[in-house]
């Protein structure tokens, strides 16, 4: 996979009155099944713990969220053809 984009995110711990601000930056991964020809085409950012996945050509939809543990699971089973 290679970085596509990134999204920069405001930390939930900063405020308007200077509360310690830091932003998160989110590298965004094409899938390598994806391709120019309308092949299913999805990114996913990988956390420490979650993974993130969204629609390559519907960004703006939002992303969907899962725990290390279900993506981990999820990546074997497509891996051994079970999906």
């Known amino acids: 996979m290679s970085v596509i984009g990134e999204t920069w995110r405001k930390s939930s ?7 310690n ?4 930056r989110l590298a965004w ?3 390598s099944y994806s391709n120019e020809k309308g092949g299913n085409c999805v990114e996913v950012a990988e956390l420490s713990d979650s993974a993130l996945m969204r629609d ?9 969220g899962f725990p290390s543990g279900e993506w981990a699971s999820f990546l ?5 053809d079970r999906l």
Do not use: I, Q
Not at 13 to 19: A, C, H, L, P, V
């Open 13 to 19: 711990y900063s405020n308007s009155k200077g509360g």
């Open 21 to 24: 601000c830091v932003e998160v």
């Open 29 to 31: 991964h094409k899938s």
């Open 56 to 64: 390559t050509r519907n960004r703006h939809l939002g992303h969907l």
């Open 76 to 80: 074997r089973d497509v891996k051994a």
